[in-house]
């Protein structure tokens, strides 16, 4: 679907199986891969692809606490000038889409209007940052494309990512093109409090080639760095962390580690950060939410920008 040699429904099912797979496991869910016979290219990359594929259809297991149907697959539609304006933001033309529905307890019309906000979610604290969706949205919209929410109260849910059709093989993907994310070899350590948060940026990170290794904490985080011996690049961490903030982390780390360079990365508010002593015009910083585009320059800009 998204290029020459790439294979959606092997993606899809990876990732279907990923999510499902997910601890504790969901055994109770009746899964239904529905793929068009007729292979297309759409201009996509496919790591953010699979990232998509993750969230939406984790999203639909989280919408069935109780069990259910999901149903994911492709398809091919045209949208003639009628049809393209009842699907807003689109414009009329052929489609590549990837559909993921579940039988879950779906949405009321106000909840289904915000869900594609940064950080609004309705799973109770602790079960969800509302990032997974947001993000979802930024990557199809940065290819081109469109999502689609269908779902009302005790009827399930629908999401449809509209993606625009190429007439043909010749157009190098958008992940091959000049403006594809700079990527690179080097180790970072992720020091992020979130577990959700972590393991999506360590995913975007290590599709891009980096070493990643994972801490929840600051404490964590220098004992990963005392195991391998300070063998880091990058320390990216969290601005506001239990048991010790970012800035307080850094500073530690920097003086044991020479040559470290340092991006820090928060979704609260410029006052908060300050109050953490970074100043954001001074340092490297990374708002959340972050495209995996975004991450990836900020990533190497402070790799190849001067120690901290």
């Not at 040699?5 to 199986?17: K, L, P």
């Not at 590549?96 to 309705?122: K, Q, S, W, Y």
């Not at 964590?220 to 048991?243: F, S």
Request: glycine residues 10%.
């Amino acid at each position: 679907m998204p290029d020459q040699g790439y294979h959606a429904g092997s993606a899809v099912t990876r990732q279907v199986c990923r999510a499902l797979d997910t601890p504790p496991g969901r055994h109770d869910i009746e899964v239904v891969i529905e793929l068009d016979s007729d292979a297309c290219l759409t201009r996509v990359d496919p790591g953010q692809l699979e990232q998509v594929i993750l969230n939406l259809v984790a999203n639909a297991r989280d919408a069935m606490p109780a069990g259910g149907m999901l149903r994911v697959g492709t398809a091919k539609i045209v949208l003639d000038e009628a049809a393209s304006r009842r699907h807003a933001e689109t414009n009329p033309g052929e489609y590549v889409t990837l559909f993921v529905t579940d039988t879950g307890v779906g949405m009321t019309p106000e909840v289904r209007a915000r869900i594609f906000e940064p950080f609004f979610t309705t799973k109770p604290p602790g079960s969800g940052t509302g990032l997974g969706l947001a993000m979802c949205y930024g990557i199809v919209k940065q290819s081109g494309g469109h999502v689609q929410v269908e779902s009302d109260p005790g009827q399930g849910s629908r999401f449809t990512v509209l993606l625009p059709r190429e007439a043909s093989a010749a157009p190098v993907p958008a992940a091959a093109s000049d403006g594809h994310p700079p990527a690179g070899h080097e180790t970072i350590l992720l020091v992020e409090d979130d577990a959700s948060v972590r393991e999506l940026t360590s995913r975007m990170l290590g599709s891009a080639g980096y070493r990643v290794i994972e801490a929840s904490d600051a404490a964590t985080a220098r004992e990963c760095a005392e195991k391998i011996g300070g063998a880091i690049d990058l320390l990216l961490a969290d601005v506001v962390m239990p048991g010790g903030g970012g800035q307080e982390l850094a500073e530690a780390m920097t003086a044991r580690i020479p040559g470290l360079r340092v991006l820090f990365m928060s979704g609260y508010t410029a006052d908060v950060v300050l109050r953490q002593g970074i100043v954001q015009e001074e340092v490297a910083f990374l708002p959340k939410p972050f495209s995996p585009d975004a991450l990836a320059v900020a990533v190497r800009e402070a790799l190849d920008g001067p120690a901290t």
